[in-house]
């Protein structure tokens, strides 16, 4: 079945620094989502892209839906504390159903 | 507009008995998924239902998880009975086309 292969799987970095991850698939995707996951809350969606080779920012955040339409990537400009939490790609197809990623923990230390 | 809405947040029970989990729809929404998240799976998708019909329920762990939708903005998720690896958080998620939004989730510890 299609999966997403998600990575890293968890990032431990200092406050200020620049954060980037990725997501990659071996099936093609009309539509990528990037969505963040607070402790003790649901996912919330950050950036949605539609497009092959679209770049969309979102305040600090920048996400790119690869020409292939198989992979996306998401970077945070000089991470803050809130934005600790588990990071989620998912990939879809026309309306068919998400497909998720396994996630990136991010954790900050001050 | 209210968002997805979940109740309970958290609930405890028993070995055993009957948990229900409730979801609210997005008005104007039309589909509707359940999902459980664990530490050790991640989100699994359980069942989800487009216009009310149930369209893929492959994700359901076995017959003690049944769902319903018995309208346009309602669900149901019951586990009877219910048993201890049965403790995750479970999330229902609507949609009107592309990309999903999330209810905060039920916390279900089954003792």
């Known amino acids: 079945g299609q999966q997403l292969n998600q990575s890293p799987q968890s990032m431990f970095i200092q406050e200020g620094e620049d954060v980037s991850m990725n997501c990659t698939s071996s099936s093609i995707f009309n539509t990528w989502l990037w969505y963040k996951q607070d402790p003790g809350e649901g996912p919330v969606l950050l950036i949605a892209?539609?497009?092959?080779?679209e770049l969309t920012s979102n305040g600090r955040l920048t996400a790119q839906f690869g020409i292939t339409r198989k992979d996306s990537f998401l970077n945070i400009s000089a991470s803050i504390p809130s934005d600790v939490g588990i990071y989620f790609c998912a990939g879809q197809l026309g309306a068919q159903k998400l497909v998720f990623g396994q996630g990136t923990r991010l954790t900050i230390n001050p | 507009d209210a968002g997805v809405i979940q109740s309970p947040r958290h609930e405890v029970t028993e070995m055993g008995q009957e948990v229900t989990l409730r979801c609210k729809l997005i008005s104007g929404h039309n589909s509707l998924f359940w999902y459980r998240q664990t530490m050790m799976r991640g989100l699994e998708l359980l069942i989800y239902?487009?216009?009310?019909?149930?369209?893929?329920d492959s994700g359901m762990p076995e017959d003690r998880f049944s769902a319903k939708m018995p309208n346009a903005s309602f669900s149901t998720l019951k586990i009877q009975p219910s048993e201890p690896r049965d403790s995750a958080v479970y999330f229902c998620a609507s949609s009107y086309g592309r990309g999903y939004t999330f209810g905060s989730g039920t916390r279900l510890t089954v003792v």
């Open positions: 239902f487009n216009n009310n019909v149930p369209i893929d």
């Open positions: 892209l539609y497009k092959a080779g």
